[in-house]
T-cell receptor, first 114, second 114 residues
């Protein structure tokens, strides 16, 4: 069964460092998403991406964040200068169609900022 | 804006007993509704979804949910809980408009007693 894969599964970084989280969505999917879950809290929407551009982003997704689909298969989330409060589990998701498709989530990348 | 409330943060249930998890949503029209399950350290797995039609939907692992428009609810049920059902359960609502991000509730953690 096709699945969304994310790397790394866990990354520890120092505050102020740049981090790139990688995702390989399901191959025929068109819509891509990043969500995050701070420990013990709800899953929060960060950004959606379609047709090589951001279609929607939340208040959390400020100038420190960026997304890219550099090669037609990977979908990356970059945090330019990490802060302690960026520590969270980051989930990538993809969707095949716009209106009826479910989101398929990856296993998540745990980011720990020290 | 869409929102989801899961009133119960924790539920403890005995193995073999029935389980009902509550979910209330706020959305201006008929939404898409989902239940996801998250086992410790794992990603989000879709249990079931409602798009249209029959308001009682069947999902995987013996779960079902009923959409009640009058109550803005989408409660999840299972007649007989197994120890492996111990996990966190998230209700989510998706807009039928373009972009179609999901908004998650705060989650309900289910503990199963032997």
């Amino acid at each position: 069964e096709p699945e969304v894969t994310q790397t790394p599964s866990h990354q520890v970084t120092q505050m102020g460092q740049e981090v790139i989280l990688r995702c390989v969505p399901i191959s025929n999917h068109l819509y891509f998403y990043w969500y995050r879950q701070i420990l013990g809290q709800k899953v929060e929407f960060l950004v959606s991406f379609y047709n090589n551009e951001i279609s929607e982003k939340s208040e959390i997704f400020d100038d420190q964040f960026s997304v890219e689909r550099p090669d037609g298969s990977n979908f990356t989330l970059k945090i330019r200068s990490t802060k302690l409060e960026d520590s969270a589990m980051y989930f990538c998701a993809s969707r095949a169609t716009q209106n009826t498709g479910e989101l398929f989530f990856g296993e998540g990348s745990r980011l720990t900022v020290l | 804006a869409q929102s989801v409330t899961q009133p119960d943060i924790h539920i403890t249930v005995s193995e073999g007993a029935s389980l009902e998890l509550r979910c209330n949503y706020s959305y201006g029209a008929t939404p898409y509704l989902f239940w996801y399950v998250q086992s410790p350290g794992q990603g989000l797995q879709l249990l079931l979804k409602y798009f249209s039609g029959d308001t009682l939907v069947q999902g995987i692992k013996g779960f079902e949910a009923e959409f009640k428009r009058s109550q803005s609810s989408f409660n999840l049920r299972k007649p007989s809980v197994h120890w492996s059902d111990a996990a966190e359960y998230f209700c989510a609502v998706g807009a039928r408009a373009a972009g179609n991000k999901l908004t998650f509730g705060g989650g309900t953690r289910v503990l199963v007693k032997p």
